[in-house]
């Protein structure tokens, strides 16, 4: 739960003395369908879910900037120098709202020096992107407060740019484009190589549906190990099949890829071709059939994902296989992998069953309590006060 938007600008009043300029918020994002697509210039399906990141900010005169927060209330703020910044030289969560006002003036923009005071009901670490969150909210914060008049999508490519140099996480667009181009009601279909994006229509209540996020409470990180390590197959992939990118294979070049690639790459690259042409049936099942025939697309592509890109874990399959037994339509693992959320569609009347399947799934295998709640498409960022 966030706080009230009253409670947060009294808490700002109590930090800094003056009161906000404005309250800004941002949400986290499910991804429906399109893991790893996004780095490799290829299609995503995600929304904005209704968890946010709200931001009380203050414009300074100076180019100080003071950064604090409400999951954090022992820490004082941090006090920093705009023209202090610089990558790597910010540790822990503050690297992320720092970092998008380095990424804002390296874009071009002039950031003011801010008092900022960051609220968050996005679970952190739990595949929802909390960061790209925590990102949006600032830049939308600082990018009026300086003035500028900046696109979404340029926000998008400035909070991306934070998240790859001052967190040193290689992520791609995506999170950040659910979070500042979402709709309640909708999806975001995006084509990550030419940065258009459509609404796609995405009425769960509609069809008697729910969507389960199942939080497997096993904590990730992207800034180490298996996501660029991911990332770079892909890359050795494109370049051995002499592409700029893996988006420029379809299925029917996977017959060759076989042929040039050694069997790990070729497994990386076939999860990524299959699964941009899964983005692309699933927008095209939603527009015909609506979500209640999504099952068997969610379903190949958790299996591409645990087989062939291998970032699936025990805690993820275990809740995919519980919620597909116990009746869900359909379920995958959702965000980058190495633990976080899977969800499941299901029937509204079967939600309490594939509940507590998956809940007496994890106890009988000894793993700690699943964290589930339902979501719907919500917002996208806004400022709201
Ligand atoms: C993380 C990254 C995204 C994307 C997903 C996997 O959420 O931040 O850019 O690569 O993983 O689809």
Not at 92 to 97: K, T
């Amino acid at each position: 739960m966030n706080s009230t938007p009253h409670d947060l600008a009294a808490r700002f009043t109590e930090l800094f003395g003056g009161e906000p300029d404005g309250l800004w918020s941002a949400p986290g994002r499910v991804n429906l369908i399109g893991e790893h697509t996004d780095y490799n210039d290829g299609f995503v399906l995600p929304f904005a879910i209704t968890h946010s990141t709200v931001v009380a900010a203050a414009a300074r005169a100076d180019r100080t900037v003071r950064v604090a927060s409400t999951f954090a209330p022992e820490e004082a703020p941090l006090t920093v120098g705009l023209d202090d910044l610089e990558p790597g030289g910010v540790e822990g969560w503050a690297a992320y709202p720092l970092g998008v006002l380095w990424a804002l003036e390296q874009s071009g923009y002039r950031c003011p020096g801010l008092d900022l005071l960051v609220d968050s009901s996005v679970p952190v670490g739990a595949g929802l992107s909390s960061s790209a969150a925590l990102e949006c909210s600032v830049a939308l914060a600082a990018a009026e407060l300086s003035g500028a008049d900046v696109s979404r999508s340029d926000l998008a490519a400035i909070g991306q740019l934070a998240e790859n140099r001052m967190v040193g996480a290689p992520t791609g667009i995506m999170d950040q484009s659910a979070s500042l181009l979402g709709e309640a009601g909708h999806a975001v279909f995006l084509d990550c190589r030419s940065g258009s994006s459509r609404l796609v229509p995405l009425d769960l209540e509609a069809d008697g549906l729910e969507l389960l996020v199942i939080d497997t409470r096993v904590s990730h990180t992207h800034s180490t190990g298996g996501y660029a390590e991911r990332r770079r197959s892909c890359e050795l992939g494109a370049e051995l099949m002499g592409v700029a990118a893996l988006r420029d294979l379809s299925v029917k070049d996977l017959a060759e890829a076989a042929g040039v690639l050694d069997e790990e790459t070729f497994r990386r690259v076939r999860h990524i071709v299959t699964e941009n042409a899964r983005v692309e049936d699933t927008v095209d099942v939603l527009t015909k059939k609506g979500p209640s025939a999504l099952g068997p697309l969610l379903v190949a592509s958790h299996a591409s994902m645990r087989d062939d890109f291998e970032i699936s874990c025990p805690e993820l399959d275990t809740a995919v296989n519980a919620a597909l037994d116990a009746g869900a339509v359909g379920a995958r693992m959702t965000g980058g992998g190495f633990g976080g959320s899977a969800i499941a569609l299901t029937r509204s009347a079967d939600a309490p069953a594939v509940r507590a399947a998956v809940e007496g799934a994890f106890s009988a295998a000894g793993f700690h309590p699943p964290v589930v709640f339902s979501v719907l498409p919500g917002a996208g960022a806004a400022r709201i006060a």
